[in-house]
């Protein structure tokens, strides 16, 4: 097994010699090739700029790591840092993997003796960065739904929230995504992501009055601003209670529902 | 083009000639190494969120896993299985010597994406590279 093991061992370090290369790119500096892609194939672009490097290295001299605006600049084929919020998600990135960002550029600035998990630590937050994508709306919008359960089961238990309920039993057609019980009467709630989940809310509202139900009902909206202006009003007309986001939801549904009791 | 941190970029929109289906395309270079560019076009579904990318022909910027230690001009497309499987990744790569600048990269693709009226748009990019234009139907 020994022997097993030196192979491994020197298999890695052959396979990661042959595997790394530097380039002059322009006087002073150097992309280094290393076997980091990214999802598409293309290598993750990474440059040691001894610019500023004194002559005569040591083991402490400064190295600066750099990807010169590149990795931005391949995130923007398909998402923009254009929000506050976007900001500092990308800001958070650089600052809990040690990294910095100025004017555009990616640095990290290692000591020599350190170089090569510089250079690692500096690729992984490269591929988190450009993985940014993975928050882009269409992402985001499928968490809806899991984000509202989450916080429903963990923080309304007293209300004792049920999923999934059809309040009128002959009707297995109209049902409600959650229903409470603070006091004797239910508080039926819906989640609204989109033009066919308001509609199917106002329906139900409307067939739950026209039955003479006792009960209140609730809208969460993922983004009331995404609906239609029709959409909207005959919303409003037919519940009792909008959030009109999961944040305006998570910050008062309890003290709402507590009302309630 | 306009300047934005370490780059410079442009988007236009495109539609196919019905005005059926709509595109969205870039074209990017890096401030500090002009030669690091990238020209490319995603597919805009009307009945789905977000966009498919489809084509992006890249400048010399770095390797590629078909070439580790290669530097040369690239294109990247995105074949039928990976369309079907929803994953939205150009992992088709080619290596291409039918362009050199961003400028000549803008040029093949207008051809490449068979974008019939880019002259309008780009009325200047053929008088500044009239050689290219010596192959072309």
Redesign the interface.
């Known amino acids: 097994m020994s022997d097993y093991i030196t192979d491994i061992s020197n298999a890695v370090a052959e396979q990661f010699n042959h595997r790394f290369r530097l380039i002059e790119k322009r006087p002073n500096i150097f992309q280094i090739y290393l076997p980091f892609y990214h999802e598409d194939g293309d290598m993750i672009e990474v440059y040691i700029d001894l610019r500023n490097a004194p002559e005569i290295p040591s083991e402490s001299t400064t190295i600066r790591i750099s990807d010169f605006g590149m990795s931005l600049m391949r995130l923007s084929y398909s998402y923009e840092i254009d929000t506050p919020n976007k900001e500092k998600i990308f800001n958070r990135i650089l600052l809990e993997n040690g990294l910095r960002g100025e004017q555009g550029h990616i640095v990290y600035d290692a000591e020599m003796r350190s170089l090569y998990p510089g250079l690692m630590q500096f690729c992984q937050t490269v591929a988190k960065i450009c993985n940014m994508r993975q928050f882009k709306r269409e992402v985001i919008d499928s968490l809806f739904f899991e984000t509202l359960d989450e916080f429903i089961f963990e923080k309304l238990n007293r209300f004792r929230p049920e999923k999934a309920v059809i309040p009128i039993p002959e009707r297995d057609d109209i049902e409600v995504d959650y229903q409470f019980i603070p006091n004797g009467h239910p508080v039926f709630l819906f989640g609204v992501k989109d033009s066919a989940s308001a509609r199917l809310a106002t329906i139900g509202c409307l067939e739950f009055l026209r039955n003479d139900l006792k009960f209140k009902s609730i809208i969460v909206h993922e983004d009331f601003d995404k609906l239609t202006k029709k959409d909207r009003n005959r919303l409003t007309r037919a519940c009792d209670k909008q959030f009109t986001s999961l944040d305006d939801f998570i910050s008062n549904a309890e003290k709402f529902l507590a009302r309630e009791a | 083009m306009k300047r934005?941190?370490?780059?410079w970029?442009n988007n236009f929109e495109l539609e196919s000639e019905n005005a059926s289906r709509r595109f969205r395309a870039?074209v990017?270079y890096?401030?500090?190494?002009n030669e690091?560019f990238?020209v490319?076009i995603?597919y805009v579904p009307a009945d789905?969120?977000?966009?498919v990318?489809l084509l992006?022909c890249?400048g010399p910027?770095?390797?590629?896993?078909?070439h580790?230690?290669h530097?040369q001009t690239h294109i990247?497309s995105i074949d039928a299985q990976d369309i079907n499987d929803g994953v939205k990744?150009?992992?088709v790569?080619e290596e291409t010597n039918k362009y050199s600048s961003w400028e000549e990269a803008l040029l093949y693709f207008f051809d490449r994406a068979n974008i019939s009226n880019a002259e309008e748009y780009f009325p200047t990019i053929k008088t500044k590279l009239p050689d290219i234009f010596k192959d072309l139907p």
Do not use: C, W, Y
């Open positions: 934005e941190g370490g780059h970029r870039f990017r890096n401030d500090a190494f690091n990238s490319g995603d789905e969120p977000g966009t990318p992006r890249n910027h770095g390797g590629t896993k078909i580790e230690h530097n990247h990744v150009l992992r790569i």
